[in-house]
Structure formats: C-alpha cells, structure tokens
C-alpha cells in the first residue's frame, strides 16, 4: 500500500512540474542584428537560455540572488508588468576609442515582490542582472548563476588560486569542459570555444559594484556556475596597516549592502570572428556612466619607470640600482622622459618622501608629471594619505597588493578612484582584481594589472609569446592591463631563464614586444628597461616616443585566439600597427585599406630578419610609400611580430628614394660593427649616408649576390641610411650604429 502512495505521490509531483512548465512565462530578446536571441523563462524559478544565428549555446539555466529576509529573487515569483526598449547612441569617452556605440535591446520584468530582472541583447553579447527595490539593508547569503552549455565546449582556462588572491593566472587549454575536475575554479572572463559551430562565448561581469568578484567552477552537467568570495569575518593583523590583511575567516554570507540596488552584469560575450574579440567593449559599455564632471586634468600617456630593471643603470656616473633610489636617479629618468615626450614617471616601492617633493618640482620643469607607487592599506586606513602625496607634487597613485575580491576589497577600489578624482589624481591598480567597467564610472582609473606582465619573468616563463597571443582576446575584455612592456633584453623561450636580481629578460623578438605597445590597451603604458639601453637604439626610441598610448580607432586586421593578431589603430592622423604571433612562425599579409583614400603616406615599419630566428634582439627597419590600395606580406620568426608607424603627412618623396621596402633587409651584427645587407634579387649599390645626406660609403657591387656585408666599424655612434639599389629598384633602410 505504502509503495502505491509513493507511486501517487511521485506522479503528482511530474504532474505539477510540466503543468508549471506548461503555464511558464517565455520572452525573448533579439540583438539589434537579430542574431543573438535570449530567452527568458519565467514559472517558480527564473531561467534564460541564448542562441546565436539558430545554434543553441546556453541551454536554459537558472538565476536566483537568496537574501537573508527570506526573500530569493528568481523563485515563486509573480509577474507585475514588462518594459521594453531600444538603445543605439553614443558614448563619449574622456579618452580613446570614442566611436563606441551603445546599441542593445532590452527586456525589464517586474514582479510584485520589489525587484526586477533585466536582460539586454547587444550584438556583440547578451547580460542579464538583478534590481530591488527594498527598505533599508539587506545581506546576501548567496547566488545562483548558471551556464548550461548545449555541449561540452574547449575552454581556456585561467585557473584561480584557492585562497582568491591572485587575477595574474597563467592559462590552461582543455578540448573539453568536462576534462577539468569539479575542486578547480576560473577568474573571468573564460573563454569557451564551440568547435563544430566555430563560435567562440566569454563569461565576464560588468559593473561590480559594493558586491564580491564572480569566479566559475564547474556544474553538474555541461556546464559551469558563479563562485564568489564570502564576506571576511576576520583578516589577519587588523590593527596594523603597514602589513597584509589577509582573510583568515568568512561569514556565510556574501554581502551586507543596500535595499535598493542594482546587482552585477553577468555578461555572455559570443564571436563567430575572432577579430571581433579584440575590439569588443561589452564590460565597458554595461558599466555606469561617468560621474566626473570636470576631467581636464585627466591625462593618459607612457611612463618611465625603474622598478623591472632594478634601477640599474649599466655604464652610468650616478649610484644606480634598487639600494641607490635617490633625486639624482630619478632625475635621469625625468630628463628621460622629457627628452622622448613621455608623459611619466613612476617611483616603485623604495621611494622617500625625503626628496618626493623636490622631484615633483623638477619633474614639473620639465613638463613631465610623477606617479606614485603605494601600499594599499596607507590610502584606505589613513583619511590624509592621499592629500599627503598630493601635497608632494605626485600626479597619480599606483596603488598595489590589494590580493582580494570580497564585497569589502571591491569597495576599496571605487573608494580610492572617488578620493583621487575628488584631489585630482590619477590611479593605477596593481595586484588587483580583475577590472569590470569601473573606468568608466572613474576615467582617472588608468590600469589594472590581473595580467602576469613582464614582472614575471623575474621569477618564472609564463609571460611568453603564446601567453601575449591568448590575453588580447580574453583577459583585456574587461579592461586595459598594465603589463609594463618595453624589455630591450630580448631572448626565445628556448634561450630564457628567470632573473629575480638584477636585469631580467623577456621572451620574443624585439618587435614582438614592442607590437605590445598597440596590441594592448594600456593608457598608462610603461617603459619597463632603463633609459641607457634604450638610447643604443634611436629607431626604436623615436619608435616609442611618438606611439600613443589611446586610440581614436581600432580595426582588427588578422587574429585566431593564441596564435596571431594583427591591430591598427588611429591617433589623430597617424596610424600604426602592430602584429604578433606565438611559437609558430609565419607569414601575414598587412591590408592597409584603413587608411583615407586619395594619398600616399611614409610608413616606417620594424620586422625580424632570417636572423631573429636565433637572436630575438635582432630587427630590421624600412621605409614604404604605401596608400589604402596597399597590400604587403611580411614574415614573422618563431615569437616574432611587426610594427609599423604610418605618418600623417602625405609622402614627398619619389619610389627611387623611398619604394615599398617588402625585399630588402638591412641588420647589424651583435656589436653592431658590421652590416648585413640582403635582398630578394641582386645587390648593385650601397651606399651609407647619415640623416643630414652625407655619404660615408658606397661599393657597387657585380655578379648576382643577394648578401652583402659591410664594415661600419668607422662610424659614430648614431642613426644612418643605408641606401640599397637591386635590379628592380632603390631601397632605404635606417639603421643604428
């Protein structure tokens, strides 16, 4: 008898769950496009669901917020009413990129218990959070975000360190989801790649705000789940700010926050092109608007900085190095600075407040302003500190070793952006987490780190070419990255070893890493080596000291996530492009139908020689007329890359002056004693002139040789022309001495 109420009892229960199924409420929203469609599901729980041109990618997945007043958003609830609307308008930026439009369908339900589920569908993704309107405050015990894959997709990804104390996470490929064990968790945005419909999602967040940073970990199916860090109970030496407060113990709650709020975007970001990934503002755009008003003081720009090189100055008459930090060090790297328009300095950790002021004042002679490095507990635990360095003359805060995400470690950083924009002060943040649009609330945010830059290869090879070929497309979703690039110490990873003391190395060609300087969005970009290594080469430093660190333009040119990407971006009416590729060499065709029609332009480009495959230090520098008709293949070693600087001004010269320098390279030895000279068809003339015209040496040259070296032991040290003539043409190529 028993077994037949059991029986009864079971088949109600599958009875009232299809008739709720039956009875549910289904809304859709459609991308401007039409191609991405969410759907929402509405009975005793919330569900969405999305789809991309007809292939189903989420499957329906459950969302809920628990608080602790017994209400859960997303269960039992009833519909009041829905809004509907239609956005497609711009967004002005203080800085950069300013053709960014903000175009989404939106779908808003309200239900009767004071709260509202948003979801918007922009073309490029779909988000979905929460709203409630409540009396007084509330505590967050939990919530639930589900992403229920339509199959088990290949992910990349950046696995977190168990304690939540770290968003500089190396990467780690699985061909499929299920491969990864259910104890390991991601920092976002995780990239998953759908294969057979060659579609690649991102799970990110935006517009994180009073509210602890979301992981994911697996689910039980296909799928994966928000994680989040719970509220810290205790942290370890409270009552002294000049150590770590690291959380000892949580609460079993995740916040304690406002009645009313908006809750975090969780964003689902999907490309069917790779390139699209590169350029995709989607965490931008779901953040809050901005809310400095006056922003003439805001003021991105590169920065000369001594703490990666140790503040060793090779060969130089003033004490140097970490132990030598001084006025007459840093005074080098202003005059630096100012010598190559850049905008920066930084003083790292050792600085003194003995002669702060007095190099601030300096600095400000030389129209070159002073960033600050700071330990994060001085500016969160005493009210004056900020006032205290501002009162030095320091333009800008980089505020390091935060190493949290709880709802109490997120507030610190909108907490320091509010008090430095009310001082006028820029910020940087360093050892952080991962950034989720609150630049675009506070513009005065430069950078965040969450990105193992060149810091680390003073301790391991994580920072290496396959490395710089995945982060563009997932790590700088959510917002620029300080990787600090700049390292003339150039090795392949098969050459490279870790240097905690001292001058590191990095690994890549030359041109690889400097191709960082356009690849990566960082308004605040460093020069990471020392101002002695990068005068012993001209061409790259008047390379560096004219390439901006904001955009007015990016279009994508080539890119396949970890393998390769080539950019080229817009400041004013100069272009440059930058292209890199990981441990496979290869050959990549530079389109430059991105330039205005009607002129010829002078472009300066930098790419590796045959010899770059066993010394990355090497390069080779040419000159090309080129116009929007343009198109020319460069090859790239192993860890190589390109640059490439277009002039504003249309070109004057004539092809037998400057030609399109696709067929000769030009590239010193190690001592740079002797010049190599090689071309694609047979050497006639070269001759070697300085930038003033005066001819130094010249030798024709018979027979069919394509190579040619010649002894430049005689010259001065400087920058000079060599003057190459083949059977087809004229050729100028700079190089150093």
């Given at each position: 008898m028993r077994f037949y109420t059991y029986l009864r009892c079971g088949l109600l229960m599958i009875f009232l769950s299809i008739m709720l199924q039956a009875y549910a409420q289904t809304y859709t929203v459609k991308?401007?496009?039409?191609?991405?469609?969410?759907?929402?599901?509405?009975?005793?729980?919330?569900?969405?669901?999305?789809?991309?041109?007809?292939?189903?990618?989420?499957?329906?997945?459950?969302?809920?917020?628990?608080?602790?007043?017994?209400?859960?958003?997303?269960?039992?609830?009833?519909?009041?009413?829905?809004?509907?609307?239609?956005v497609n308008e711009p967004i002005t930026r203080v800085y950069g990129k300013n053709d960014i439009t903000d175009e989404f369908n939106e779908l808003t339900i309200h239900f009767t218990d004071s709260y509202?589920?948003?979801?918007?569908?922009?073309?490029?993704?779909?988000?979905?959070?929460?709203?409630?309107?409540?009396?007084?405050?509330?505590?967050?015990?939990?919530?639930?975000?589900?992403?229920?894959?339509?199959?088990?997709?290949?992910?990349?990804?950046?696995?977190?360190?168990?304690?939540?104390?770290?968003?500089?996470?190396?990467?780690?490929?699985?061909?499929?989801?299920?491969?990864?064990?259910?104890?390991?968790?991601?920092?976002?945005?995780?990239?998953?790649?759908?294969k057979d419909a060659g579609l690649r999602v991102a799970i990110a967040e935006s517009d994180l705000l009073d509210y602890p940073g979301m992981y994911l970990e697996r689910n039980a199916g296909t799928g994966v789940r928000g994680k989040w860090a719970q509220y810290p109970k205790t942290v370890s030496d409270e009552n002294d700010m000049y150590k770590y407060h690291r959380v000892t113990s949580r609460e079993n709650f995740l916040a304690r926050t406002s009645g009313t709020r908006s809750y975090p975007w969780r964003v689902v970001i999907v490309s069917a092109d790779d390139k699209d990934l590169?350029?995709?503002?989607?965490?931008?755009?779901?953040?809050?608007?901005?809310?400095?008003?006056?922003?003439?003081?805001?003021?991105?720009?590169?920065?000369?900085?001594?703490?990666?090189?140790?503040?060793?100055?090779?060969?130089?008459?003033?004490?140097?190095?970490?132990?030598?930090?001084?006025?007459?060090?840093?005074?080098?790297?202003?005059?630096?600075?100012?010598?190559?328009?850049?905008?920066?300095?930084?003083?790292?950790?050792?600085?003194?407040?003995?002669?702060?002021?007095?190099?601030?004042?300096?600095?400000?002679?030389?129209?070159?302003?002073?960033?600050?490095?700071?330990?994060?507990?001085?500016?969160?635990?005493?009210?004056?500190?900020?006032?205290?360095?501002?009162?030095?003359?320091?333009?800008?805060?980089?505020?390091?070793?935060?190493?949290?995400?709880?709802?109490?470690?997120?507030?610190?950083?909108?907490?320091l952006a509010k008090a430095c924009a009310e001082r006028q002060m820029m910020i940087a943040f360093h050892g952080c987490p991962k950034p989720t649009g609150l630049e675009r609330k506070y513009p005065n945010i430069m950078n965040f780190e969450a990105v193992r830059g060149n810091e680390t290869t003073k301790w391991d090879?994580?920072?290496?070419?396959?490395?710089?070929?995945?982060?563009?497309?997932?790590?700088?979703?959510?917002?620029?990255?300080?990787?600090?690039?700049?390292?003339?110490r150039n090795v392949h990873r098969s050459q490279f070893k870790p240097v905690p003391t001292g001058i590191p190395m990095t690994m890549g060609t030359r041109v690889h890493?400097?191709?960082?300087?356009?690849?990566?969005?960082?308004?605040?970009?460093?020069?990471?080596?020392?101002?002695?290594?990068?005068?012993?080469?001209?061409?790259?430093?008047?390379?560096?000291?004219n390439v901006p660190s904001t955009w007015d333009r990016s279009v994508p040119l080539a890119a396949s996530v970890g393998e390769y990407a080539a950019f080229a971006r817009q400041k004013g009416q100069e272009w440059y492009v930058g292209a890199m590729t990981n441990h496979d060499a290869r050959d990549i065709e530079i389109d430059f139908s991105f330039l205005p029609g009607g002129t010829n332009r002078v472009a300066e480009i930098y790419h590796d020689t045959d010899l770059s495959n066993s010394d990355a230090r090497v390069y080779t520098q040419q000159i090309a007329i080129v116009s929007n008709q343009s198109k020319i293949t460069f090859h790239m070693v192993a860890e190589g890359g390109l640059i490439i600087r277009v002039h504003g001004e249309e070109a004057t010269g004539t092809e037998e002056t400057v030609k399109e320098a696709a067929h000769v390279w030009v590239y010193p030895n190690e001592t740079r004693t002797q010049l190599s000279v090689q071309?694609?068809?047979a050497i006639r003339n070269v001759r070697i002139i300085d930038m003033s015209g005066r001819t130094y040496f010249t030798s024709d040259i018979s027979g069919r040789s394509t190579l040619e070296r010649v002894d430049v032991a005689g010259l001065k040290s400087g920058l000079y022309v060599a003057r190459v003539t083949t059977e087809s043409g004229v050729y100028s190529v700079k190089f150093v001495r």
């Open positions: 991308s401007p496009n039409e191609l991405l469609v969410a759907t929402v599901s509405v009975s005793d729980k919330i569900t969405y669901a999305v789809a991309y041109d007809g292939v189903s990618l989420i499957t329906p997945s459950v969302v809920s917020i628990t608080l602790d007043n017994g209400l859960t958003l997303g269960a039992n609830g009833t519909v009041q009413n829905t809004e509907t609307r239609s509202s589920f948003i979801v918007r569908a922009y073309n490029e993704g779909v988000a979905y959070r929460f709203e409630t309107v409540l009396p007084g405050n509330v505590v967050v015990v939990s919530e639930g975000a589900d992403f229920n894959f339509a199959v088990s997709p290949a992910v990349i990804f950046p696995e977190a360190d168990a304690a939540m104390q770290s968003w500089e996470r190396a990467y780690t490929t699985y061909d499929k989801l299920s491969d990864i064990s259910t104890d390991k968790f991601a920092i976002t945005p995780t990239l998953f790649t759908f590169l350029t995709n503002e989607l965490v931008f755009k779901l953040a809050s608007e901005q809310v400095i008003t006056n922003t003439s003081w805001i003021k991105p720009g590169k920065s000369a900085w001594e703490w990666w090189h140790d503040a060793i100055l090779e060969g130089s008459s003033i004490p140097s190095g970490e132990a030598n930090l001084s006025l007459a060090l840093y005074k080098v790297y202003v005059d630096f600075a100012a010598q190559n328009k850049l905008e920066y300095i930084t003083m790292d950790a050792g600085w003194s407040t003995d002669y702060a002021a007095q190099l601030c004042q300096y600095a400000a002679s030389k129209n070159v302003k002073v960033f600050a490095w700071d330990f994060i507990n001085l500016p969160v635990q005493d009210p004056n500190r900020l006032s205290q360095l501002k009162n030095l003359g320091i333009a800008g805060v980089k505020v390091d070793l935060i190493e949290r995400d709880d709802q109490v470690a997120i507030n610190w950083l909108e907490q090879d994580t920072a290496n070419p396959d490395y710089h070929l995945q982060i563009p497309f997932i790590r700088m979703l959510a917002g620029p990255f300080d990787y600090t690039p700049g390292s003339m890493e400097l191709a960082m300087y356009v690849m990566f969005d960082q308004p605040l970009a460093y020069l990471c080596d020392s101002p002695i290594e990068y005068r012993k080469y001209t061409d790259l430093l008047g390379f560096l000291a071309a694609t068809e």
